[in-house]
């Protein structure tokens, strides 16, 4: 994949797979069963709708879609025009939206209907075409287009989407993902997890996000398994799903997990079908992961990554050998090391900053340089911001996560965004959000806020104040108002010192 001759682009896996399987199931949404010839020939004529609104090769097109069937059909489209995809999560805020169009120079935005007003408004303050998707008003113009029957030609080292992820500081940047990055990651994903023509796999976990678009959708493409669609995630609803159509393969996050062995239904639920369970995104607490393993029969591998590595860097492998608590050893063509603050490689069972080196490091950050030198070195190696180990075996253990971040049921929060917001309510001095450990979420936001003198708000109408301008997932549960922040010798505000109060 990715030489002058042979054709990079990631369109192609649909393409071949729909000439070799034209009748497996490609995408199930309950009722709904739409078989590979019906993805393949519906991006075909999403490709024309695309090419009509004056989209080519290089151009970004922005895809604002929850787990519809909607969803493969605007990705494959637009990626067989040679077109760079931007997904987008639903929940955004137009103010988020905007910026986002804005930032990566977006054509069109493709929007679902239910999420119109954050979308619409946001595409309109940056001049964005806004192409609706209504199940019905969309099929009626996706018919009336022109069919594009090739896939462009795409090296490998061109960009197939830009995701955006928020550094702890300011605002998202675009990690620029190539068609060699997730190719990459999608044949390591084959050998990880070994999905077959045929097999189905769950898809509960965003498209719009990393691991559920390279490990559920592209994989599932690559070998033409099904993937049957959980929109909003519901542990009564995945345990129904999983019987209903038989899952070989689940994909999720800890809080999925977490929900799964709970759920009154685990017990009784015919979850034979399972072949294996894959969870990333955070670390899964060891007692879920046997639980699991225990009511479903079924083990989970836990693997590692982020957005910038497309997102898989390590895995517990079969082959290999796996250990509770890790996140296993690097995947094929991956090289991972920890090294301390000096820059020297650590040996085994120090701490230090996991870095990353391979053929699913991103091509770099979406129109900046500086981000971009200072994420990847001159040899390649890419600095993840987490704080690690390496044991005698070569496994990989993370004990600490980038200083800020908070993971609130698999989605990222950068404090420093919702911090952004409250600044600009008017009786706020200061403000400090940090993750409040959490039974279902692993972590909650919350907010500790000192007032300026003389100014009066309640922690309901601040946290509602940033309900209206950031997606719903990000917004602080939890607002405490404080006489003022603890800080250390250089005025920089401590977060490690700031506490909860007891509810």
């Known amino acids: 994949m990715g030489s002058a001759t042979t054709n990079a682009n990631l369109a192609s896996l649909l393409a071949e797979t729909a000439a070799e399987h034209p009748d497996n199931i490609a995408i199930r949404l309950d009722a709904l069963a739409l078989p590979y010839a019906a993805i393949e020939a519906g991006s075909r004529r999403v490709a024309g709708l695309l090419r009509s609104l004056g989209v080519g090769a290089g151009d970004r097109v922005a895809i604002l879609l929850p787990n519809v069937p909607h969803f493969p059909l605007a990705y494959y489209g637009a990626l067989r025009l040679g077109a760079v995809v931007v997904p987008m999560n639903p929940l955004l805020s137009r103010r988020e939206v905007q910026y986002y169009l804005e930032d990566s120079g977006a054509k069109v935005l493709l929007a679902w209907h239910g999420f119109r007003e954050a979308a619409e ?7 964005v075409t806004y192409v ?10 996706v018919a009336e287009a022109e069919p594009i029957d090739e896939v462009v030609h795409r090296d490998g080292d061109d960009t197939a989407v830009l995701l955006y992820t928020s550094g702890t500081t300011g605002q998202p940047k675009g990690a620029e993902l190539t068609h060699d990055n997730i190719g990459s990651n999608v044949r390591a994903a084959i050998g990880l ?19 559920g678009q390279t490990c559920a959708l592209n994989t599932a493409v690559a070998v033409g398994a099904t993937v049957t669609l959980l929109p909003r995630f519901d542990a009564g609803q995945a345990l129904e799903i999983i019987a209903r159509d038989r899952v070989n393969v689940l994909l999720g996050v800890p809080t999925m997990y977490v929900g799964l062995v709970n759920h009154p239904d685990a017990a009784k639920t015919d979850v034979s079908s399972l072949r294996i369970a894959v969870s990333g995104g955070a670390s899964l607490p060891a007692e879920v992961l046997s639980a699991f393993e225990r009511t479903f029969g079924s083990k989970i591998l836990e693997g590692y990554g982020l957005s910038e590595t497309s997102p898989v860097a390590s895995f517990n492998q079969l082959d290999v050998g796996t250990k509770a608590g890790s996140i296993g050893t690097p995947i094929e063509g991956v090289e991972m090391r920890v090294v301390a603050d000096d820059g020297t490689v650590q040996p085994d069972g120090e701490l230090g900053e996991i870095q990353i080196k391979g053929p699913n490091v991103m091509k770099g950050y979406w129109n900046r340089p500086d981000a971009t030198a200072e994420a990847i070195d001159a040899d390649g190696w890419f600095k993840s911001g987490d704080i690690g180990r390496r044991d005698e075996d070569g496994f990989y253990f993370i004990v600490d996560r980038k200083k800020d971040l908070i993971i609130r049921g698999g989605y990222n929060v950068y404090p420093r965004e919702v911090e952004e917001v409250l600044y600009e309510h008017p009786a706020v001095q200061e403000v400090a959000v940090v993750g409040i450990p959490h039974d279902v979420h692993g972590e909650e936001v919350g907010a500790a806020v000192a007032l300026k003198a003389g100014k009066d708000a309640t922690p309901d109408e601040l946290q509602a104040f940033v309900k209206e301008q950031v997606a719903a997932y990000k917004y602080p549960r939890r607002v405490w108002i404080v006489d003022e922040l603890p800080k250390g010798p250089t005025g920089k505000i401590l977060k490690r010192e700031i506490t909860a109060p007891d509810a």
């Open 193 to 211: 997890y070994d999905p077959k023509a045929g097999d189905v796999l769950f898809g509960g976990l965003p498209f719009f996000h990393s691991f």
């Open 121 to 127: 408004g946001g595409a309109q303050a940056a001049g």
């Open 132 to 141: 609706d998707v209504e199940p019905d008003a969309i099929a009626k113009r």
